[in-house]
């Protein structure tokens, strides 16, 4: 039982510039020295690795650097780094935001495109304002479509993924860690002109991806389950459902997750849930209370989930009707991704104590909302990470005395 509050994040870290600059090169074709590119992606895990122990987070990763980024600002990469590791797939003349959903069973919920975003619509103004802060990146102009059966092909990437982290845990004294994944739900939100419906089609996702959670738990590592569309997705149907039918839809996705990690021991794992990384109003995101009993219900032995942003800072107290089952532990966010204010220390303690004070001080490690790399710049996404570690120690001396 720890006797401290303990520190981590949801995963994505800002990326040096020469790495975001070969993984521009190498998805241009104008890079090819792949020798080269491995020593880089070894060299900087190990000090982002280096970098997280020294600033005093305790549970840390790779800061997902093995899912290749190549521009400074990108919301997209912790599920797009998917798309080659999966065959079946095609990148078609589309962009991100006009994806076709694929069809859902006769009498269930039907996701729209990403540009159906009830939030995007009702706020088009700010959202296309440049100027705005919430205007979105230029999303890319090609896009996944399921055109064959999927499979996993990404055994060498998840492979390398793992051994840079182990190598980078090695060099910092480290003994443990964690990768992210993309879960079923997620990985599923791609065109599909293959699969019977959404269903066939995420139930393919889970089988394939459970070869890379496999190779993550067998490697000693804790696996990360990333899977912002169990809330996201609320936003994406337009009009909005009734929350029973969502809840219905959503229970199949979560379903199709538990499917993916059956048999796969629970305290290995940790599932992500978020409202979509983007800056903007989320006046539309559904309430943390009508599903985290669904959050709950996936095998995971801990739950990172947002609480810090504005939206949906009140909702720790969800957790004053909700029983956290026992084993497990919560991972809320403390300080957010989503403002380029740095949360003060003192804060920080408080938000966490608020936590432990309705699920018990061992059951609660501080967290960030969602990964700060790629949507802050990376001066203030370190200063986030390091006043959690301070506001995690001042919360250690109130709960612990």
């Not at 539309?284 to 709950?296: E, F, H, N, R, S």
Request: charged letters at 25%; hydrophobic letters at 40%; aromatic letters at 8%.
């Amino acid at each position: 039982m720890p006797d401290r509050i303990l520190t981590s994040h949801a995963g994505s870290l800002p990326r040096p510039e020469d790495l975001i600059t070969l993984n521009s090169q190498r998805a241009e074709g104008t890079f090819s020295d792949e020798a080269q590119y491995q020593r880089k992606l070894s060299e900087a895990v190990t000090d982002v690795v280096r970098r997280q122990r020294d600033i005093g987070i305790d549970l840390l990763n790779d800061g997902e650097y093995g899912h290749s980024m190549g521009v400074r600002y990108d919301y997209g990469t912790w599920w797009t780094y998917v798309f080659p590791r999966l065959s079946g797939l095609e990148l078609a003349e589309l962009t991100l935001l006009d994806i076709p959903q694929a069809a859902p069973k006769p009498g269930a919920v039907k996701l729209g495109s990403f540009a159906d975003r009830r939030d995007w619509n009702e706020f088009l103004d700010a959202y296309s304002d440049p100027q705005s802060g919430a205007a979105l990146p230029n999303p890319p102009t090609l896009a996944p479509v399921c055109r064959g059966p999927i499979s996993y092909v990404g055994h060498a990437d998840v492979q390398r993924d793992i051994d840079d982290m182990k190598t980078a845990m090695a060099a910092a004294g480290l003994t443990q860690g964690y990768l992210n994944s993309v879960a079923p739900a997620s990985c599923a939100r791609i065109g599909n002109t293959f699969y019977a419906d959404d269903e066939e089609l995420m139930y393919a996702c889970a089988d394939a991806m459970r070869e890379e959670y496999q190779a993550i738990i067998d490697a000693g590592l804790i696996l990360q389950l990333d899977d912002p569309a169990i809330a996201e997705n609320w936003d994406q149907v337009n009009p909005a459902p009734t929350v029973e039918d969502y809840r219905r839809f959503t229970q199949v996705r979560v379903d199709a997750l538990n499917h993916a990690i059956r048999g796969l021991p629970a305290e290995r794992i940790r599932f992500h849930l978020c409202w979509g990384s983007w800056h903007g109003p989320h006046t539309t995101d559904i309430p943390m209370a009508d599903i985290v009993d669904l959050m709950l219900a996936v095998n995971a032995g801990g739950y990172s989930f947002e609480a810090a942003n504005v939206r949906h800072g009140h909702e720790w107290k969800v957790w004053r009707d909700v029983k956290l089952p026992e084993g497990k532990v919560i991972l809320p966010g403390i300080v957010s991704h989503s403002t380029n204010v740095v949360e003060h220390p003192e804060l920080v303690a408080d938000r966490i104590c608020q936590f432990a004070e309705v699920v018990g001080r061992e059951n609660v490690i501080a967290s960030t909302d969602c990964g700060l790399g790629g949507r802050v710049h990376p001066q203030i996404a370190w200063a986030k990470l390091d006043t959690l570690a301070k506001g995690a120690e001042i919360a250690t001396r109130r709960l612990w005395g």
